[in-house]
């Protein structure tokens, strides 16, 4: 069939909205029209080659969007449902049946590859094929192939534009701090970054009921929505040599969590040395070299007790936690909608313009019904 996607073609060149053609759905495949799909920094990443996604392909992974069409072997829903889509895990290693998908086995393929396990690509342009499964969806397109493990039905009325970022960004920020770090009750938490991620976490902490919520952000904007957001503190981070000092000495002790969302390695250094004894860091950005070392040092981590926790989508298990969040949102307690941006599909290089540029926190894009066919 035939569809409009926005193809990334080459690192750090805009993105090619163009007509392009689809598969029809194999056999344990759903076909999904998008309504509505946010931007990711990783989005960024795979098509700039941080993350070594072959291009060209379509990326795109924080779709919402109604099924059109199902394989034969699908169970998990059925035509007319709507769904949000997320990353793509195989369901059936240790890691999955441990309820921890986000570390499968075979996630890294599934999701950065951009093909089918069988090297097949979906998408083509005239004979040309073009890179497809992105994170198990490639949903900067008007339809998209997805697959049981990253499709969740969906219940709730709420706008596809205001769902959208919970498939990756605001899930894997609010994941973080509520699964991967857990934080108890009265704890303090540093956040570095207060991007769509960073204030997720922000906005989860506040669920938590941390009692120290420090937010760490160059732009005074979004150190005022932090605050707005639930933040008891915030901080530029003017200095970094001096940072962590001025971290600790907003609390006296330290930091019990802290949670890296930049990946920088001057402010992921800064994030450690401002945890107290036994404190926990946590690493969520996507660093710009591949080969960044981690912060601090063997003889520190050691002496202090620090742990250094990777997290990928904020430990999260979708089928579960996703609809959790939709709850608390439902309910006043996780206001994520503030940090959103809608865009129409075809201005995708304005939205990715503005995020990049710190005028927009969240871009999500809209696809029109005139769009959609």
Known sequence: MKVTAAVARAAREPFDVTSLELDEPREDEILVRIEAVGICHTDLAARDQILRTPLPAVLGHEGVGVVERVGSAVRKVALGDRVILTFRSCGQCRRCAAHEPAYCQTGPALNYAARRKDGSKAFHEGETPIGSNFFGQSSFSTHALVYESNAIKLTTRLPATVLAPLGCGVQA?????????????????????????????????????CGSIVVVEPRASRRDLARELGATHSLAPDDASTLAKRIRDLVGTGMDYALDTTGIPAVMDAALHSLRPHGTLGLLGIPREAKAPLPGSVAEVLTLGWRIKGIIGG?????????YLIDLHERGLFPFDRLIRTYPFAAINDAVRDQSGGETIKPVLAFTPAGDR
């Open 173 to 209: 920020g609010a994941g973080g701090v509520l699964r991967a770090l857990n934080c108890e009750p009265g704890s303090s938490l540093v956040v570095t970054g207060g991007g769509a991620v960073g204030l997720s976490a922000v906005l989860a902490a506040v669920v938590a009921g």
């Open 315 to 323: 430990d999260s298990d979708p089928d579960e936690f996703i609809p």
